[in-house]
């Protein structure tokens, strides 16, 4: 059965509200685009804090779109990351946003929520997705009650059990777990008092959080079962690692996760299309969850809108899993090489101890970090400029109009053809979607790792940030360019 015309008919459909659904259709609405949001729960409220932390790339994500204060207002930053035993200094990473930002997920969804809101994004709460059947015109997303609902695209942002993923059939290979954590936020007997403690099974925390509520990481004696865990759970790994239970009670949260890392074989099958967890999972070190899948979003919205709005053939959907999955997959070696030093071992302390002598050398660290912070990703970078297929900087520049920074032209997701002192510009057939922006900067252009690259004299930025053809005193390849990543001219 196919709903084919009425309300029930969208443009996409974003199954799934965390992070990495509302930063979608947030893209989407952006763009003109019908994006109609399904999610299983009632509200927007997650059972405690959960996860949290984004680096450096996506803040600037976040900048690009105005709306970075929003979150830093209400997070903590901090100039540094760690990689086995050696902290890592973010100060001097070429960006404005030269930190992590801790902040859990929580907050981020409230914030993203407020946002997709102020957009007019339409979110239908406490509909539970069975399933998505897609034919050559579209797809069906069937609910357990009522539907199916009918889509020109839908996109699977329901999490590492993505019913979407499964549905469509698409494999998702990696390496199984080897152990597991519980992690709660309970209250406990007595006094909170942060205790710690790494042992041949893994790391072990008590971190008091105001409020009474302390949050509890603690790793099982063995691997856990692939379901919900108890208080009883909870109780017996406390007194295996730490004598104690410690009183825990009235857990607001609790649950299990593990090290398996998996990764979807394709990001992409027809009219389905997966994102954030729903394309990659892994252990929660180092905090990459939430900022891969933002990432995710912004790569695919704009693309996303212009194949539904008719600027591009599907040929353009094709880039998001030949640019986001080498991206997610090198994050994700992160994640596993991270997650060796999180127990004590005498052979791995050892390999700790001599890359923390490797990585103490000036700039030795540079590339963990640019890889941490994700201001490293390239897309399809070959002959040519070096910024081509990197994040263009957040520079400052001289304009007609006055000073203005490179992310205040992308808050509304058009891409940006800036001129920069070269030879007059014409974006030509494709004027009415380009924002032609002419200025002046005389400063260094640096990027992370590479340093100091030569300046160009005008860019070509996507909505997404990165840069899709770089003029050197001429237009050369600047047609192509717009034709290649904006659709056929008008």
Do not use: C
Request: negative net charge; proline residues 5%; charged residues 20%.
């Amino acid at each position: 059965m196919q709903a084919q015309s009425g309300d029930n008919m969208h443009d996409v459909v974003v199954v799934g509200s965390g992070p990495t659904g509302l930063m979608l259709a947030g893209e989407l609405r952006l763009a003109g685009v019908d994006a109609l949001v399904l999610e299983r729960r009632p509200s927007q409220e997650l059972a405690g804090s959960r996860g949290g932390g984004i680096h450096a790339r996506t803040i600037e994500l976040l900048d690009q779109r105005g709306i970075a204060e929003r979150f830093l207002a209400e997070g903590k930053t901090m100039q540094s990351a760690t990689f086995g035993a050696t902290q890592l200094d973010l100060g001097s990473l070429p960006t404005r946003h030269p930190y992590t930002l801790a902040l859990f997920q929580n907050h981020i969804e409230r914030l993203l929520l407020g946002w997709v809101e102020e957009l007019g994004v339409q979110v239908r709460r406490g509909v539970e997705v069975t399933g998505v059947a897609a034919d050559d015109d579209g797809a069906d997303v069937r609910l357990a009650a009522g539907g199916p609902v009918r889509a020109r695209f839908v996109v699977g942002a329901d999490g590492g059990r993505s019913v979407v993923r499964r549905s469509a059939g698409i494999s998702f290979p990696g390496p199984d777990a080897t152990r597991s954590s519980l992690i709660a936020e309970v209250k406990v007997a007595g006094e909170p008092v942060q205790q710690g403690k790494v042992d041949a099974r893994g790391i072990h925390g008590l971190y008091p959080m105001g409020d009474g509520m302390v949050r509890v990481v603690v790793t099982e004696a063995e691997l856990g079962p692939a379901t919900e865990p108890t208080l009883a759970d909870l109780r017996r790994a406390l007194t295996d690692v730490f004598g104690t239970d410690f009183g825990v009670h009235s857990p607001a949260w609790l649950s299990r996760f593990t090290d398996a890392t998996r990764q979807a074989e394709s990001y992409r099958k027809g009219r389905v299309l997966l994102a954030g967890d729903a394309a990659h999972v892994h252990s929660p070190t180092g905090g990459q969850g939430i900022g891969l899948g933002l990432q995710d979003a912004v790569n695919l919205g704009w693309k996303l809108a212009q194949v539904v709005r008719g600027i591009s053939g599907d040929h353009l959907l094709d880039t998001y899993h030949a640019e986001r999955h080498p991206a997610g997959a090198r994050a994700l070696k992160y994640t596993m090489a991270q997650s060796l030093f999180q127990k004590a071992d005498p052979r791995q302390e050892a390999l700790r101890d001599l890359l923390d002598e490797v990585l103490r050398r000036k700039g030795a660290g540079d590339p963990v970090t640019a890889l941490v912070t994700g201001l490293d990703v390239a897309y399809g970078p070959g002959t040519g400029h070096p910024l081509v297929g990197r994040r263009m900087p957040d520079l400052e520049i001289a304009a007609v109009e006055g000073s203005v920074r490179v992310f205040e032209l992308l808050h509304q997701a058009l891409p940006v053809l800036l001129e920069l002192g070269g030879p007059a510009l014409d974006a030509g057939a494709w004027a009415g979607r380009v924002r032609h922006v002419s200025g002046t900067y005389d400063g260094a252009w640096e990027l992370p790792v590479l340093g100091v690259v030569p300046a160009p004299t005008a860019v070509l930025v996507r909505p997404d940030g990165y840069v899709a053809w770089a003029g050197e005193h001429s237009a050369s390849g600047l047609p192509e360019a717009l034709a290649e990543w904006f659709g056929a001219g008008r």
